[in-house]
């Protein structure tokens, strides 16, 4: 790697540690903290180019390709790996949102989350309820329970006739930290899958972004429009394939593991911050079967 490969990787490092360090600095998590995961992180990077090499994992071949002292590759070797001390259940509200979102039992006509009956006593209604939904997830949680606490925090309500109905997820307890694991969660996958396109073309992933710089107020909320409407329905049909597939998975044991995510941001340009070239500032599309 020479001077200029290592300038642009370090400045890639930047644009996606600005994000996370604001999230540390939120939460208390202090530099030790990060230097200690970073130095985890490498070598067990590093381990994984050493053995797709084909050479042998020493603790001075980590530490010449880490900068990490050998010290700390020894102590770190004895360490559980990060794969099983970074193992993350998935919280109730996110299965029950996807089940909610994806299940043709819990779905209208239109693809739509269905507002549902609170329960039914005789269990002869004609679709299923709320508490079925809840029940679908985890036989050891009381729906009613669930169901007040999600209405008092704002992740469902109740309409006039009744029935419940999907509001804002997001406000649900526990939750915040929830949605930013699952965008890290999109945003490592993107890179890996950029990483593949370069070194595995085989792959098979598929990759598209548009940038844009310069523009109105306007035009930015007709942007998110178009995505709100648009990615809306394409994501609740994505997701009710997912989940169907995931339900024939696990009848024969499928082991592959699949994400997508979809984004619309802006933010003001910082002063100084170079625009994109004018011919390139109206569409800049990457679209790639790779």
Same mark, same amino acid.
């Given at each position: 790697?020479?001077?200029?490969?290592?300038?642009?990787?370090?400045?890639?490092?930047?644009?996606?540690?600005?994000?996370?360090?604001?999230?540390?600095?939120?939460?208390?998590?202090?530099?030790?903290?990060?230097?200690?995961?970073?130095?985890?992180?490498?070598?067990?990077?590093?381990?994984?180019?050493?053995?797709?090499?084909?050479?042998?994992?020493? @603790?001075?071949?980590?530490?010449?390709?880490?900068?990490?002292?050998?010290?700390?590759?020894?102590?770190?070797?004895?360490?559980?790996?990060?794969?099983?001390?970074?193992?993350?259940?998935?919280?109730?509200?996110?299965?029950?949102?996807?089940?909610?979102?994806?299940?043709?039992?819990?779905?209208?006509?239109?693809?739509?989350?269905?507002?549902?009956?609170?329960?039914?006593?005789?269990?002869?209604?004609?679709?299923?309820?709320?508490?079925?939904?809840?029940?679908?997830?985890?036989?050891?949680?009381?729906?009613?329970?669930?169901? @007040?606490?999600?209405?008092?925090?704002?992740?469902?309500?109740?309409? @006039?006739?009744?029935?419940?109905?999907?509001?804002?997820?997001?406000?649900?307890?526990?939750?915040?930290?929830?949605?930013?694991?699952?965008?890290?969660?999109?945003?490592?996958?993107?890179?890996?899958?950029?990483?593949?396109?370069?070194?595995?073309? @085989?792959?098979?992933?598929?990759?598209?972004?548009?940038?844009?710089?310069?523009?109105?107020?306007?035009?930015?909320?007709?942007?998110?429009?178009?995505?709100?409407?648009?990615?809306?329905?394409?994501?609740?049909?994505?997701?009710?394939?997912?989940?169907?597939?995931?339900?024939?998975?696990?009848?024969?044991?499928?082991?592959?593991?699949?994400?997508?995510?979809?984004?619309?941001?802006?933010?003001?340009?910082?002063?100084?911050?170079?625009?994109?070239?004018?011919?390139?500032?109206?569409?800049?599309?990457?679209?790639?079967?790779?």
């Amino acid at each position: 790697m020479n001077a200029n490969t290592q300038e642009q990787s370090l400045h890639i490092a930047t644009l996606l540690l600005r994000p996370l360090i604001r999230l540390l600095v939120r939460e208390g998590v202090g530099i030790a903290e990060l230097v200690e995961l970073s130095k985890r992180v490498y070598i067990e990077q590093a381990s994984r180019q050493l053995e797709e090499e084909g050479r042998r994992v020493t @603790d001075a071949a980590l530490s010449t390709l880490t900068g990490v002292h050998r010290k700390d590759v020894k102590r770190i070797g004895t360490e559980a790996p990060l794969a099983l001390t970074e193992r993350r259940r998935k919280s109730l509200l996110d299965a029950v949102m996807s089940l909610w979102s994806g299940d043709a039992r819990f779905i209208d006509e239109r693809g739509a989350p269905r507002p549902l009956a609170r329960r039914s006593t005789a269990r002869e209604s004609e679709h299923a309820t709320f508490e079925d939904l809840i029940e679908e997830v985890s036989k050891g949680v009381p729906p009613k329970a669930l169901l @007040d606490a999600w209405l008092q925090q704002g992740a469902v309500r109740v309409d @006039d006739d009744g029935l419940v109905r999907w509001a804002a997820p997001e406000r649900a307890a526990g939750e915040e930290l929830q949605s930013l694991t699952r965008s890290a969660r999109i945003a490592a996958d993107r890179m890996l899958a950029a990483w593949d396109k370069l070194h595995r073309p @085989d792959a098979g992933h598929f990759l598209f972004s548009v940038r844009g710089e310069g523009l109105q107020d306007e035009d930015i909320e007709r942007m998110h429009g178009l995505v709100r409407r648009w990615g809306r329905r394409f994501s609740d049909r994505l997701n009710r394939e997912v989940t169907l597939a995931q339900a024939r998975g696990r009848k024969i044991g499928g082991g592959q593991r699949y994400s997508f995510g979809l984004q619309s941001y802006a933010e003001a340009s910082q002063p100084g911050e170079p625009l994109l070239e004018d011919r390139t500032a109206k569409r800049v599309a990457i679209a790639a079967p790779t």
